[in-house]
C-alpha cells in the first residue's frame, strides 16, 4: 500500500488537497479499529506529522498517497491495539467503545451549524453499531485490522499484509476467523421503525416505573454493561437476566429520577441520552431481536462523552 514511484525529478509534490482530502477516511479506518474517536484522532494527526515530516522529494515519490497514509495508520492503529490489552487489564470496570451521535445531536449553536467538521465525522452504517464494535473488541489485534480493511473498506490482502506484517494469505486466515466471530453474533433483523420503537417503549416505562414493562421489553437473558471508567458510578460487571438487570435499577432510583432521558441516535442506532441539569452523562445503545432488547450498553465514562457535550444546554 505504501507504492514509491520511480525517482521523477519533474515531479512536484502531491497536491494539498489529495492528502488533505484522505482525513475523513482515515478517521473512519481508525475508529473502527480502535473504538475511540479520541484515538483515532490522534492516529490521523500522527500519521499527517509523518507525512510532512518527509522532505518533499520524498513525498512526491510515493505513487499513491492515500495508500501511503493508510498503511502507516493502520500501523499505528495495530500498535495502539497491542497496547491497549495491557492497559485494558487496568481498566474500572468493563470497558466500552466510545459512543457517537448522530447528525442531528452533532449539530451545535443557536444556528443549527455542524459543530464537527465534515472531514472529522464517521459514516455511520452497520459497521460502526456498538454491538459489531462490541464483537471486534473480542478479536485479536491482527485479526481485527485484517477483518476491518478487508471486509469494510475492500482493501486487497496483498494491501493488508503490509499493515499487520504477515503474508496475504495469513491475513485472509485472520479475517476468515474474525468474519466467524461476527457471524456467531448477528441476530435476526429488526427493522428500524421497531427499534426506534422499542426504545421509545422502554423510556416510557423507565420514566413511569413500570418495572413490569421494562421487564417486558428485556429479552429474558438480556445483558448490561456499565462503562464508567472508574470516573462514574457504574456497575463493575455485567448483569445477566431482565429482572435482575430492572432490580439493579433501584438502588440508583434517587439519582434516575433527577435525570431528563431523551431519544437519540447512538452509533447510527435508536438509543437513548440521560442529562443531568443539562449534561450528558450516560449513553445508552441497544441490541435487538424480534421486538425485545437482548443488550444494553451505557458509557458512563466522561472521557467517552465529550462528542455529546455540543448539544448540551446549561
Not at 497496547?83 to 474500572?92: G, N
Not at 460502526?128 to 464483537?135: E, K, T
Not at 476467523?177 to 427493522?191: F, H, L, N, Y
Request: a neutral charge; hydrophobic letters at 40%.
Amino acid at each position: 500500500m505504501t507504492d514509491r514511484a520511480e525517482p521523477d525529478h519533474g515531479r512536484t509534490d502531491p497536491d494539498l488537497s489529495e492528502v488533505s482530502d484522505e482525513r475523513r477516511r482515515l478517521i473512519n479506518v481508525a475508529y473502527r479499529l480502535l473504538g475511540s474517536l479520541a484515538d483515532a484522532e490522534d492516529v490521523v494527526q500522527e500519521t499527517y506529522a509523518r507525512w510532512y515530516a518527509m522532505s518533499p522529494r520524498e513525498r512526491g515519490e510515493i505513487r499513491v498517497p492515500g495508500a501511503w497514509l493508510t498503511t502507516v495508520a493502520g500501523r499505528i492503529c495495530l500498535n495502539l491495539l497491542n497496547s491497549a490489552r495491557s492497559r485494558r487489564e487496568t481498566y474500572v470496570g468493563e470497558w466500552l467503545p466510545e459512543p457517537l451521535p448522530g447528525p442531528a445531536e452533532r449539530a451545535g449553536g443557536p444556528s443549527g451549524a455542524a459543530a464537527v467538521d465534515p472531514a472529522d465525522r464517521v459514516t455511520l452504517d452497520e459497521s460502526v453499531h456498538m454491538a459489531f464494535l462490541v464483537v471486534l473488541e473480542s478479536m485479536t489485534p491482527a485479526e481485527r485490522v485484517a477483518f476491518i480493511l478487508h471486509d469494510v473498506f475492500r482493501y486487497p490482502f496483498s494491501d493488508v499484509a503490509e499493515v499487520v506484517g504477515r503474508s496475504p494469505a495469513a491475513c485472509r486466515q485472520l479475517a476468515s476467523s474474525a468474519r466467524r466471530r461476527v457471524r456467531g453474533e448477528r441476530a435476526p433483523a429488526t427493522s428500524a421503525a421497531r427499534r426506534a420503537g422499542i426504545v421509545r417503549d422502554f423510556k416510557r416505562a423507565w420514566e413511569a416505573k413500570d418495572i413490569d414493562a421494562l421487564i417486558g421489553l428485556l429479552d429474558p437473558d438480556a445483558t448490561a454493561v456499565v462503562d464508567g471508567g472508574g470516573a462514574a458510578s457504574a456497575l463493575l460487571r455485567p448483569v445477566e437476566g431482565a429482572d435482575r438487570i430492572v432490580r439493579s435499577l433501584a438502588p440508583l432510583e434517587g439519582r434516575l429520577r433527577k435525570m431528563e432521558f431523551l431519544e437519540s441516535t447512538v452509533n447510527g442506532q435508536p438509543g437513548l441520552i440521560a442529562k443531568l441539569a443539562g449534561v450528558t452523562v450516560s449513553v445508552y445503545a441497544f441490541d435487538f431481536e424480534g421486538d425485545r432488547i437482548t443488550r444494553i450498553w451505557a458509557v458512563r465514562n466522561p472521557e467517552k462523552l465529550h462528542q455529546w457535550a455540543e448539544g448540551d444546554r446549561h
